[in-house]
């Protein structure tokens, strides 16, 4: 994109709600049943059926807009958005227009900067409201037309609308990534965009970097995934970007992320509030929420993302950018947590689960959320082994592996395989002594200054003793032995 523009964005995230049954009636809100199961007369809208709403659905939502900053509405009411689609069986949707549950918030993301600190910048929070969420559409491995599956029909979605505060694709997927955190760490979602319990929309304009009026606004659909959300953004701020240097016009539409091609295409023309037709929902009476419950709620919310950060950064004595990554999943950071707990290092812990337990996890396609086969008290076990000089990090590295395949600890691994780290200092003399006499070049570079150059020795040794050896013994022997040499 050219220097005089900036692209300006706005995220609509619909999150499911994380209840036993669905909003208005008593089917339940689970995932995975066959198709049409979980329906009843009331979210199929059929004549004669009344709605009546799940408060703890009504809950969840107040606790996400709490921990959100917002102001929460006193006044709950419902309205009927109107449109016609095959997977809205009713023709209209129940949700909220003009009160929404909660309103004018805000939702703090770290950036990180060109010298690798992270600096904060706060998005401002439009609204969040509550309202059903509509069937699936199946069209793969239909012959002819298109299968509905109503079990969605009725599930309790929050939509969070952001405020166009968002600058780049990259500031839009770390506030998914800070968004999704709060959302786990109420529990109020499992956030799961492949099974569609997070969904994201993204509204994208261009204008002359500077300008106070917004460009034409273009909706993107169909990204499902963060990666996808960043990369739909990032094609479409290329393309308006190239339609205002060519002179094109830029059409007010809803357009569709195709991820195989790697593009956006139109869908339809942007609809505007008033095609909706929207008008108060005349089975559900709005009602009253006093601040006592309000309250009860505030109180009730768990420790939050931005305040485990801080406590990581002050109680572990980790980086910022550490703190961040452990902090973001809330399953990785209670797994530290717990490493801690059995006694391992912290900073040593968040090093090893960020690197070889994260590449582990990827590797297997497994989750953190659920690591039978490598509990956090055996890693604790494997960084004591680091500690002590038992075994060397190298050896590590290829046990931690055989813990995940094999379930068993440090311990165990190391005794069976006898890996315990070579420190009798009379046999690694010898080895040195060996190393140097084979390679006068090197050791010759390292007693001229070139200090860097004893890594090779080391590695030697190393090799020799089967990575057993204790790296910080043979630097600090080799060290000795070459610079007493005339």
């Not at 990180?112 to 509550?130: C, F, P, Q, V, Y």
């Not at 002179?247 to 357009?255: F, L, N, P, S």
């Not at 593009?263 to 023309?269: D, I, K, L, Q, V």
């Not at 999943?329 to 960020?354: H, M, V």
Request: proline fraction near 5%; glycine fraction near 6%.
């Amino acid at each position: 994109m050219s220097d005089q523009y900036e692209s300006v964005i706005g995220l609509e995230v619909h999150v499911q709600l994380k209840t036993e049954s669905k909003i208005f009636c008593s089917c339940p809100a689970q995932f995975g049943a066959e198709p049409n199961q979980n329906t009843c007369p009331v979210c199929l809208g059929l004549p004669g059926s009344l709605p009546v709403l799940n408060e703890r659905a009504l809950e969840l939502a107040m606790k996400v807009g709490l921990a959100l900053g917002c102001r929460i509405s006193d006044r709950i009411k419902f309205d009927r958005k109107n449109y016609f689609y095959p997977d809205l069986p009713k023709a209209y949707q129940i949700s909220q227009y003009d009160m929404p549950v909660s309103s004018k918030g805000h939702l703090a993301i770290e950036l990180k900067s060109d010298a690798g600190t992270l600096a904060e910048k706060r998005i401002g929070i439009t609204r969040a409201h509550l309202e059903e969420d509509a069937g699936k559409l199946l069209h793969e491995g239909v012959r002819d037309g298109s299968w509905v599956d109503y079990n969605r029909a009725g599930i309790p979605l929050l939509e969070i609308v952001s405020e166009p505060d968002l600058r780049s694709p990259e500031e839009a997927f770390q506030y998914l990534v800070s968004l999704k955190a709060i959302l786990q760490y109420l529990g109020v979602s499992d956030c799961n965009m492949e099974e569609g319990s997070l969904r994201c929309d993204a509204n994208v304009s261009i204008r002359q970097k500077g300008a106070a009026p917004f460009g034409t606004k273009v909706e993107i659909k169909n990204m499902n995934s963060f990666r996808a959300v960043h990369k739909a953004i990032a094609y479409e701020i290329k393309r308006q970007s190239e339609a205002l240097e060519t002179g094109t016009r830029i059409v007010q539409e809803t357009r569709l992320w195709n991820e195989s091609k790697g593009e956006t295409f139109t869908m339809r023309s942007k609809e505007e509030a008033h095609d909706y037709r929207y008008f108060p929902e005349p089975d559900l009476v709005p009602f009253s929420v006093s601040s006592d419950q309000i309250e009860a709620l505030r109180k009730s919310l768990p420790e939050l993302p931005q305040a485990r950060f801080e406590r990581f950064r002050k109680q572990y004595g980790i980086s910022d950018y550490d703190a961040y990554v452990l902090v973001a999943e809330k399953a990785l950071a209670d797994y530290f947590e717990a490493c801690t707990r059995e006694g391992a290092n912290p900073k040593l812990a968040s090093n090893w689960i960020q690197s070889e337990l994260l590449a582990l996890i990827n590797l297997k396609k497994h989750s953190i959320k659920n690591l039978p086969n490598l509990p956090p008290k055996h890693l604790a076990g494997l960084i004591r082994l680091i500690e002590n000089g038992t075994i060397s990090g190298k050896i590590a590295k290829d046990v931690i592996v055989e813990m995940y395949d094999t379930k068993k600890s440090a311990e165990e691994i190391v005794k069976e395989k006898g890996l315990i780290q070579v420190t009798d200092t009379k046999l690694l003399e010898e080895v040195a002594d060996r190393v140097i006499q084979a390679n006068p070049k090197v050791a010759a570079e390292v007693r001229s200054g070139k200090a860097q150059a004893i890594g090779f020795l080391v590695g030697q040794v190393m090799k020799e003793t089967q990575g057993k050896a204790n790296p910080k013994m043979i630097n600090e022997i080799l060290t000795k032995k070459i610079t007493s040499q005339k």
